[in-house]
Structure formats: C-alpha cells, structure tokens
DNA sequence: GGGCCTCGAGTTCC
DNA sequence: CTCGAGGCCC
C-alpha cells in the first residue's frame, strides 16, 4: 500500500503554503518495520520534489578542504549568490572527477541549484560565457596544509585524493572537532572555535587533554570568562560517561563511523574485547568485510594508538554493551537458516536472533535448535527430520519474538 | 546591544 | 551549506 502527503514549506504561513513536493511511504506499520532504517532514514518513504530552482555565478576561487581522515575536497568559493532562500557563497566541488566532468575553471560562470533545496550544487559550466581569461584547472600534486612537503596521493580504487603524512595540524584539528562532536563524546558548548582556542593556546595535543583542563588555564583564552569555563568543564564532566561505540567513534579509526562502530560494540561488549580482537574476530562481525577489519586491527596493533587508548581510559567511564541488546528469549538456541523468506532476507532473520540472545550456524548438527526453513529449502531441511530438529516455517518462526 | 559562538534543521552527493 | 535562535562576552 502507498499513500500520498504533501510537504510544504513551515516558515510559510498555512494560508499560502506552499507545496514543496510529494511524499511517498509505505503506510503498513509491519511492512515498515521489515523495511526499516538506514543509518539516516526510514527505508519505507521517499519525498520527490520539483526540479530546483537554478541560478547562476562566478567561481571565484577553488580551495581544498582536509577531513579528519586526510581526505582533500575541493570547495567552490562563489559570488555570492541568492538561491531558494539563502545566500551561497561555497559549494562542494567533490573530488577530481568531478572538476574534470564540469570542467570548472576560475572565473567561470556556472549554474547553480540547492540539491534537495538544501545543498549546493554546481550543475554545469556556462561555456560560452568564457572570455578566455579562465585558466583550466588542473588538479595539484600538493595540497598547502597536508604537512610534509604537502603531497597528496590517489585512494585505489575511490575517487578521492588523501594528505600523504597523516597527523598535519589540518588533520588533528578536524579530528578533535569529531571527537567533541554529537556522535562521538558530544561535549556541549565545546564546537570549532573552542578547539581551535584550545589547540592554538597549546592546551591540547592529544585527545585524552580534554579531561585534564584546568579552570585556570581556560579563564586565559580569548572570550572565556568564569560563566563559559564552568559550562565548559561541566560540559567535559557530563561527557566522561561514554556508551563503547560513542567511544570507538570518536577514536577517528579510518573506514569506522556510527554505524560500523555499533556493529563492533555490539559484537564484542568492551573495550578490553575490541583490544584483544584478531583480524578474523573482526571479520566474523556481521557488516563487517576485510577492509574495515583490516582498518580496525591494524589501528589498534599501533603503539601511539594502545597508548591513548589507555590514557583516556583513565579519564573517561566506558560502558559496556549490555549482552543480548533486545532481549534473551533466545538465549542458548542455535538455529539453521535454509531457503527463501518471504518477508525478510536471511541477514535479517540472522541479526534478528542474534539480536535476541540466540546463535546462527551454517549446518545441522545435533546441536542445533531449529532449522528456518523459507521457501525452496535445501538438503538441510533433511539433515534436520534425520537428527530429529524440529523445523519452523517462516510463521513460526516469527512466533519466537 | 552588537558580535561571536554553538546547535539544530533540512538534505544531497561521494 | 546556510539560517535563525539562544547563550555569553565585552
């Protein structure tokens, strides 16, 4: 079943409002609950919108940004310009396949749109506005703020373009920016400029410096009075209790963000596990593939790494995952998996029971609790009559939870 | 009261 | 990426 609703725009007064697109979604609540959520969104709606309003600018000038990671982004700075309700001045130029596609040059005239009526987005080069005065740009070999001699180097395989040294002061800047962040140890009141005040007054190095600041140190930073440096602190202490995947998080261990270090904190329950865990321990979690473990391991084989993991394990209070997140119905249950299921894949039924305390295994044994058996079942549905394992279908199945 | 800062909202692309 | 609200500094 779908439905449809109209959006519009709530700054608008309900009399004039004004129709921004549609909104479709799957209005059966079980049917949604099977759909889900990605990390971001409901999996069971989707909203089209009308095409964007389209303007056009100057480019007048193309920076590099550096993430947290290294990674180097390419930022177009315009002539200010007024698109859907705000005024744009940068906009994302992606990565070096991108120029090369539009073919951007400095000084040239472009069109513009918001993406989703909230991005900027350079859609194309008006090239017949050139005056041959724009001079094609090439993609560099070095990036000013990279550190080292600024050299950049090509991830195989992806589009985007990395710092080669990894602990420029770029780098560590936007590193801690994350680890204060929402996501990570969600330090309220502690945003860029704070850190940038702090990293400029040498208060901070390392991340575990947070939790050692000192009232008096703060009362000297510029715009810090006594009311901002309690808040501050207060901030820092409420922050030391920190959940395992907040804390995995924040650690900015490359390919590990909110999504994969709840798979991770979920898997292994506490940090002392994580530590400990081998490369194929990391590969066996579900979500988990070669790269991020790899990532994951090797991150934590790193002395620097071990050292600060210990530091800050001294200042803040990591709480274990709580065995069996949902419940523990299936505590001690190991079940088989065998053909089609209708209304779930099999990675699902599998994060279903595991969710629920009990164990997946890839064949029948005289252990195993009971065997799923969806659609065109294979031999294991024999191997299970032959044990004597009862068989559920997908209803029963269901029935458990 | 002006100015600086953080935060949340809305959302896309890679 | 920008805007507006709200807190704090000066």
Redesign the pocket.
């Known amino acids: 079943m779908i439905s449809f609703w109209r959006?519009w725009d709530?700054?608008k007064s309900k009399e004039n409002y004004l129709i921004?697109?549609v909104v479709i979604k799957v209005n059966e609540r079980r049917l949604q609950e099977t759909l889900g959520f990605t990390g971001?969104?409901p999996r069971y709606g989707i909203?089209f919108?009308f095409e964007a309003e389209q303007v056009t600018t100057v480019v007048e000038d193309i920076v590099f940004?550096i993430g947290r990671t290294g990674v180097v982004t390419p930022?177009?700075h315009?002539r200010?310009v007024?698109v859907a309700?705000?005024?744009?001045?940068?906009?994302?130029l992606?990565?070096e396949?991108?120029i090369r596609?539009l073919d951007v040059r400095i000084g040239d005239t472009v069109v513009l749109q918001?993406?989703?009526?909230?991005?900027?987005?350079i859609v194309r080069v008006l090239t017949e506005m050139r005056t041959s005065k724009e001079k094609s740009f090439a993609w560099p070999k070095r990036v000013e703020g990279c550190g080292g001699d600024g050299s950049i180097e090509r991830i195989p395989g992806?589009?985007?373009w990395r710092c080669v040294v990894s602990d420029s002061f770029a780098q560590t800047q936007r590193k801690f920016y994350y680890f204060?962040?929402?996501k990570a140890f969600?330090?309220?009141?502690?945003?860029?400029?704070?850190?940038?005040?702090l990293l400029d007054a040498g208060l901070i190095t390392n991340f575990d410096d947070i939790f050692t600041l000192k009232k008096g140190d703060l009362l000297n930073l510029?715009?810090?009075?006594?009311?901002?440096?309690?808040?501050l602190l207060e901030?820092i202490e409420k922050s030391r209790d920190v959940s395992l995947n907040r804390f995995l998080v924040s650690l900015s261990v490359p390919q590990v963000g909110e999504e994969t270090a709840r798979d991770v904190a979920a898997n292994f329950g506490t940090l002392e596990k994580v530590m400990k865990a081998t490369l194929e321990d990391f590969i066996s979690i579900y979500g988990v593939g070669e790269v991020v473990a790899q990532s994951l391991h090797a991150w934590f084989l790193e002395k620097e790494n071990k050292q600060l993991v210990l530091r800050l394990q001294k200042q803040v209070k990591i709480e274990a995952v709580k065995k069996a997140a949902a419940s523990s119905k299936l505590t001690g249950k190991t079940f088989v998996l065998t053909g089609t299921l209708v209304g779930m894949s099999r990675d699902e039924a599998k994060v279903k029971i595991l969710a629920n305390g009990g164990e997946v295994s890839g064949s029948v044994s005289s252990k195993t609790s009971y065997v799923v058996a969806g659609e065109n079942p294979g031999s294991k549905i024999d191997e299970a009559e032959r044990l004597g394992v009862p068989v559920l279908d997908e209803e029963a199945f269901l029935k458990l939870f």
């Open positions: 959006t709530k700054k921004d697109g971001k969104a909203a919108k940004q930022v177009a315009l200010p007024l309700g705000s005024t744009v001045s940068r906009a994302t992606h990565n396949d991108e596609r918001k993406a989703g009526d909230v991005i900027p987005d992806q589009a985007a204060v962040s929402k969600d330090i309220e009141g502690m945003g860029p400029r704070v850190i940038d005040a510029p715009r810090f009075a006594e009311k901002s440096v309690d808040n901030s």
